[in-house]
């Protein structure tokens, strides 16, 4: 098709035309360099489908991406017509032409950016990484081997692009409509749409009768007594426990943070050991099985308390409960919902907090050590999004979801799967742990950790960061713990899989880039013989 060859020679004129950018606009040589590669790489596409489409053996196929094609020819045509449109000002007789050589293409540079920001927020960098993997894809439908996960949302984004570029004002191009996102073609694999609240909310449950059990997490038809006898030595797993696993424990996302690899960056300073304070109450494990699903199992000192983390299906009721072993043969349990818990860090311990009533002060329910940083923020992390998102008896303002000895050297607003989350980096005063922290800054889970990321050893390498565009950064080996089930939230990433943040200002970008920066530094001069990378 005459409409491949074009865009293909099109998209390198282009590039060559960008290769003059880079000496005079030496600071964004990178940005400029990335651009052009994928230009090549636009190109190279272009040439692989005509030449698919030339051949006999896929004529029947074409009829099958005809309107596709169609409309991605369109809006890369719009879009190298537009960036030709800003050379124009380098011309002898352009608006430039009194400004020195660095300052016109450094101008010309500033106004591309902001032009394809201005019209779409990804920028072209990621418009070119979209009008690509586009292609690809339709080349793979002509060649007979079928549609990608992605061609829906490609789709989608390069129809909103050309809509964009329909009513941009700039360029002097005439616009026509395209009315409704085309339907879904018949190559495609089916795949379910998710529609979004304009805020996050709790998954709201059915009508659940409450007793106090729920509400104060004791039992009314029990009354705290002594240990009781077992008839074996306790296992991890009693048999009543096993009996109980259903299917909604292999969906939830608290097993598999705790399943991933992590890194381990050791405390300084040892916190308090690990204990339950709160009363026996005799056959708990027994009882929350009946209702609940567990979660989770982590052994404290040596095994010597077992802490398990409980979730009720019917409305996301999350309780805890505490199993101390006394000997061989005798064991006491505890167990209270996690609404009714403060959680406070000491040191290397998190302090499990039990709410009294009136102005009493807190009593200290149990307290836990951990080993490592990262598996204490995963702790505390797990414990604020149970609270959060349990519908039972909804916790209200989340108060206990800072992390006490933690600095915060940077806080930004990125857009997450759709939605706007707080970004934070922060770093540990006793451990050096730094990590990243994704939140919910918006409606009845607000403050509630949606993923963090532990970057204590990434940020010291010098490709770990890449700036995408104006607004968005990709990271390489982004290992994200996700306090959220899959149908709830997806990581955003890039075309091509990349690990990206999408950052609402450019200035938070460079914030977010020269935080990082910072930290590095820091790294370096407190090494031995510091001062030298």
Request: hydrophobic fraction near 35%.
């Amino acid at each position: 098709m005459a409409g491949l060859i074009a865009a293909h020679e099109k998209a390198e004129d282009v590039a060559a035309a960008f290769n003059k950018f880079r000496d005079p606009v030496f600071e964004h040589a990178t940005d400029i360099t990335a651009l052009i590669a994928e230009l090549f790489h636009f190109s190279s596409s272009a040439q692989e489908l005509h030449k698919a489409l030339r051949e006999p053996r896929y004529t029947t196929r074409k009829d099958l991406i005809a309107e596709d094609l169609r409309t991605l020819l369109l809006s890369t045509d719009r879009t190298f017509d537009d960036i030709n449109d800003l050379f124009g000002k380098l011309s002898p007789t352009g608006r430039l032409r009194y400004l020195s050589n660095e300052a016109a293409y450094r101008a010309v540079w500033d106004d591309i950016t902001d032009h394809f920001e201005k019209e779409r927020t990804e920028g072209l960098f990621r418009r070119l990484q979209y009008y690509k993997r586009f292609l690809q894809d339709l080349t793979d439908v002509v060649k007979g081997y079928g549609s990608s996960r992605e061609t829906s949302d490609l789709r989608y984004r390069i129809e909103n692009i050309l809509r964009a570029q329909e009513t941009t004002l700039e360029t002097g191009i005439g616009r026509t409509s395209l009315g409704t996102p085309a339907p879904r073609r018949s190559y495609e694999r089916v795949r379910a749409e998710r529609v979004r609240p304009p805020v996050e909310t709790r998954r709201r449950p059915p009508a659940v009768n409450t007793n106090l059990w729920d509400e104060y997490g004791d039992y009314d038809e029990f009354s705290p007594t002594g240990p009781d006898i077992l008839d074996s030595p306790v296992t991890a797993t009693s048999s009543s426990e096993t009996s109980s696993t259903r299917s909604v424990s292999d969906n939830h996302w608290v097993p598999n943070v705790f399943l991933q690899g992590r890194p381990t960056t050791a405390f300084v300073t040892t916190g308090q050991a690990s204990a339950c304070y709160g009363p026996h109450m005799p056959g708990a494990g027994a009882k929350i099985a009946q209702d609940y699903d567990k979660l989770l199992e982590l052994p404290f000192e040596s095994g010597e308390l077992i802490v398990k983390l409980y979730v009720r299906q019917s409305d996301l009721r999350a309780r805890i409960l505490c199993r101390t072993l006394r000997g061989t043969r005798t064991r006491t349990e505890s167990s209270l919902p996690l609404t009714h818990l403060k959680v406070v860090r000491r040191d290397s311990s998190l302090q499990l907090l039990q709410r009294r009533p009136s102005r009493q002060s807190p009593f200290l329910w149990a307290c836990l050590r951990f080993p490592s940083y990262e598996r204490m923020v995963l702790f505390h992390c797990s414990l604020i999004s149970l609270k959060a998102q349990d519908a039972c008896n909804p916790v209200g303002e989340l108060r206990d979801h800072v992390i006490v000895g933690e600095e915060l050297i940077y806080s930004g607003v990125i857009t997450d799967d759709s939605y706007q989350h707080s970004l934070q980096i922060l770093k540990d005063k006793d451990s050096d742990g730094v990590r990243l922290q994704a939140s919910v800054i918006h409606g009845e889970m607000k403050k509630m950790p949606v993923w963090t990321a532990f970057i204590t050893y990434q940020i010291l390498t010098p490709t770990w960061m890449f700036r995408a565009s104006r607004k968005i950064i990709q990271l390489r080996d982004l290992q994200r713990y996700i306090f959220r089930n899959a149908e709830d939230y997806e990581p955003s990433l890039g075309p091509n899989g990349e690990q990206e943040l999408s950052f609402d200002k450019s200035q938070d970008a460079e914030d977010f880039m020269a935080s990082i920066s910072d930290l590095v530094d820091e790294h370096y001069d407190d090494s031995p013989g510091g001062g030298g990378h």
